[in-house]
């Protein structure tokens, strides 16, 4: 169980496109997903916290004209990576917290992440 | 301030000897510890999880960390690695009065040796 799915695990394009990526939760219902980035031989950055029907907050630094979440319902968060540039590339992975118990008691569970390989 | 640092960057065993990575974390409050793993261009994997029951907690694949709030310490051990094993661990912690945002610590590269 807890099984997070995340869509495209890979992607090039070219510079100026947009890059949507999507994070389903399969067999729970999480109202916070979460979006990091991971640069190599490092760890996870939190980029931002989505909550289902609401905006999302944001980590400082990060932008959010450049990085566009949506959490339309209790299974999917997007991440649109707006006019991407070859900064940002990387490697970016989602989470999802269930909907049932504390904040606290309930582990994120983790996407398999995407490559975003901007040219 | 709230933090957590992994004290080895890198911990190389042969096969079939103990892991230890060690961990330690920085709070005033009571935090929730988790240890995940990452296997190569992929997300993280729950091992196991203390939000203050038992001490020592039992997680998959034989890992298991002890928790020790004189220390503040969660470090994870396992009796007897495997080729498998190898990849990059993070210990994380989770404290109430940030929502429960996890705070990562900088990870511990696990090589083992046939």
């Known amino acids: 169980g807890a099984v997070v799915s995340q869509h495209p695990s890979w992607v090039i394009c070219k510079s100026g496109t947009s890059v949507k990526i999507e994070c389903r939760s399969l067999d729970f219902q999480a109202t916070t997903m979460f979006w990091y980035r991971q640069f190599p031989k490092q760890s996870l950055m939190l980029m931002a916290t989505?909550?289902?029907?609401?905006?999302?907050?944001?980590e400082q630094g990060v932008e959010k004209d450049k990085f566009l979440i949506n959490h339309a319902s209790l299974t999917l968060s997007t991440l649109t990576v707006t006019s991407a540039h070859p900064e940002d590339s990387s490697f970016y992975i989602c989470s999802a917290r269930p909907l049932e118990g504390g904040v606290l008691n309930q582990p994120q569970h983790f996407g398999d992440g995407t490559r975003l390989s901007i040219l | 301030a709230q933090s957590v640092t992994q004290l080895d960057s890198h911990v190389s065993v042969s096969e079939g000897t103990p892991v230890l990575l060690r961990c330690n974390y920085s709070s005033s409050y009571s935090p929730s510890l988790f240890w995940y793993v990452q296997h190569p261009n992929k997300g993280l994997q729950l091992l196991l999880k203390y939000t203050s029951a038992a001490t020592l907690v039992k997680g998959i694949n034989g890992f298991e960390a002890e928790f020790k709030k004189s220390e503040t310490s969660f470090h994870l051990t396992k009796p007897s690695a495997h080729m498998s094993d190898a990849a990059e661990y993070f210990c994380?912690?989770?404290?109430?009065?940030?929502?429960?945002?996890?705070?990562f610590g900088q990870g511990t590269e696990l090589s083992v040796k046939p």
């Open positions: 994380v912690v989770s404290f109430y009065n940030q929502g429960g945002k996890l705070i």
């Open positions: 989505s909550n289902e029907g609401s905006k999302a907050t944001y």
